[in-house]
Nanobody, 121 residues
Framework: QVQLVESGGGLVQAGGSLRLSCAAS????????MAWFRQAPGKEREFVAS??????YYTDSVKGRFTISRDNAKNTVYLQMNRLKPEDTAVYYC????????????????WGQGTQVTVSS
């Protein structure tokens, strides 16, 4: 199993930017699909973006604003978040994929502890 540690969250004004990082250790990273999910208070955890070796996927609400990327040499996955909105406020989680479709939380078997992102209006 892979261990994941997120960083980079914080408080930002609407329209601002943040970059989240997720450092991975443990099993082979380069061949593993990775994703970011988020969970706002009182809501279910939702898919944000995923990256397989070569492909990226985004939920509609972040397309054109967020970019997921990875550096296999550093065992790190990133989420660049631009033009942030108050509705982006949530705890953001990094996850390592096990099998199945990459937009379902149940298909991931390793999770980080989460990092808080707060966007003020």
């Amino acid at each position: 199993q892979v261990q994941l540690v997120e960083s980079g969250g914080g408080l930002v004004q609407a329209g601002g930017s943040l970059r989240l990082s997720c450092a991975a250790s443990g099993r082979t990273f380069s061949g593993t699909a990775m994703a970011w999910f988020r969970q706002a208070p009182g809501k279910e955890r939702e898919f944000v973006a995923s990256i397989t070796p070569g492909l990226t996927y985004y939920t509609d609400s972040v397309k054109g604003r967020f970019t997921i990327s990875r550096d296999n040499a550093k065992n790190t996955v990133y989420l660049q978040m631009n033009r942030l909105k108050p509705e982006d406020t949530a705890v953001y989680y990094c996850a390592a994929h096990r099998s199945g479709s990459t937009d379902l939380a149940r298909n991931y078997n390793s999770w980080g502890q989460g990092t808080q992102v707060t966007v003020s209006s």
